[in-house]
């Protein structure tokens, strides 16, 4: 068995050029979304998948999000195994970036560079050179794999993952590996979950200079915000089962995966206050204001609560009226599950360390198989530049993340 591992990591090697030509050319086809068309990086997709005869078919109930699914079976019966990646990304102006610009997938400065580098076609064609090799050697393998490559995932939408977990029950599987943007020293086993909230405020203003008639929205928003994020801070919430003790040992990881002082905030309920808008003219008092939140909710916290809490604000403000948005349930799997382990050994042997099983403040499609009861393991690269300038992801980071999921879906599946 080690010796097929060899053979893969030896595989690798002498594919160097050709997978780092496959992932810059693939940053270089712009797949933005808005407004996520992502046919041109599906066909370049498809022929790879082609030249290496690995039989596949595109779902695309919206034809300009297609969704790419492979799937084979090994030898013998056993797990399923789901790889699963988006193609759109984020959008981008031109302004600010070096090496090209953000479609330019310069190999340059031991990186590849552009727009959804690391978010994440680095984790994508990950899947997909990870379904080209266990395919090579399916005759070792028990139960079955399956690669989904997807689209519309930035803004949440219903065309790509969404589509395929409700309506292709054949790609469920029994656990799915995924290469978001993590940092190498963490696998994500969870992720907080988004619930927006647009606030409407309507008061009968007045012309600017007569202020003692009262009445301001400009006035009645500031003090709503002020109110709503101490409220909102107050809410304590307890994690479920063995989350607090995974998240109590991953602290230090946590921080260096998202930024000191993210161990802070991933058992808490927040509340980004993301548009504030009031009044349109310097003299006179503003009747009407809006504000737009973002609240990210724990791990183990329910709707319910937060809404209630909102709920008593809102009877202190009788001039605000809330209106729901959106809203996806944080999500969670088994922090210490069979692909943790597996992920561990792989990089530790690969690259010394041992990564940690974290929570993740942003979302990704692994939440779907949660919801479902299924692990959604995430292992990926560094956010290097994410929805900023000069997104990039330094090739030694895009061979070891190939390198940690290739070994680690060998191992899930291999027959013994
Ligand atoms: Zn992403």
Redesign the pocket.
């Known amino acids: 068995m080690a010796d097929m591992k060899q053979q893969l990591l030896d595989w690798i090697e002498e594919d160097r050029t050709k997978l780092l030509g496959f992932f810059s050319e693939f940053v270089a086809t712009p797949t933005p979304n808005p407004p996520g068309d992502t046919r041109e990086a599906v066909k370049h997709i498809r022929r790879f998948l082609d030249e290496h005869q690995l039989a596949h078919r595109v779902i695309d109930p919206e034809p300009m999000f297609p969704n790419v699914v492979g799937t084979f079976d090994g030898a013998g019966d056993g797990k399923h195994l789901v790889l699963n ?2 193609i759109d ?2 959008s981008a102006t031109d302004e600010g970036w070096s090496h090209g610009g953000p479609w330019s997938g310069a190999i340059e400065d031991g990186a590849v560079w552009g727009r959804g580098s690391a ?2 076609k680095c ?1 994508t064609s990950t899947s997909i050179f990870t379904f080209m090799y266990l395919n090579r050697i399916k005759e070792h393998l028990n139960g079955k794999l399956t690669l989904t490559c997807v689209s519309d ?2 803004v949440f939408g219903p065309w790509g993952a969404r589509y395929l977990m409700n309506h292709h029950p054949e790609v469920h599987g029994d656990c799915c590996l995924n290469g ?2 993590s940092s190498p020293y963490s696998i994500r086993f969870g992720e907080k979950g988004p619930y927006w909230v647009t606030f409407h405020i309507k008061t009968k203003g007045a012309h600017g200079a007569y202020t003692h008639a009262g009445g301001s929205a400009s006035l009645v928003a500031m003090d709503f915000c002020q109110d709503l994020r101490g409220a909102i801070d107050a809410i304590q919430v307890e994690p479920p089962h063995n989350i607090g003790t995974a998240l109590a040992k991953a602290r230090d990881t946590l921080d260096r995966a998202m930024g000191e002082g993210a161990h802070t905030i991933i058992q808490k309920v927040t509340c980004n206050i993301g548009v504030l808008e009031a009044g349109d003219k310097v003299n006179v008092v503003p009747g009407t204001a809006r504000i737009e939140t973002d609240i990210r909710l724990p791990v183990g916290c329910e709707k319910e609560t937060v809404t209630s809490v909102i709920e008593s604000v809102l009877a202190r403000h009788p001039e605000v009226t809330m209106e729901e948005q959106n809203y996806m349930a944080p999500s969670w799997c088994d922090p210490y599950g069979e692909m943790v382990g597996i992920l561990q050994n792989n990089v530790e042997a690969l690259a010394g360390f041992r990564p940690t099983p974290i929570v993740s403040l ?4 692994a939440r779907l198989w949660r919801y479902r009861g299924i692990g959604g393991y995430v292992y990926g690269p560094f956010p290097h530049g ?1 929805g900023q300038r000069d997104e990039h992801v330094p090739v030694d980071d895009f061979f070891h993340v190939i390198k940690s999921h290739v070994l680690s879906a060998y191992d899930y599946l291999k027959a013994e």
């Open positions: 990646g988006h990304c984020f978010d994440m984790g995932e930035e978001e943007p942003g979302g990704t499609d994410m």
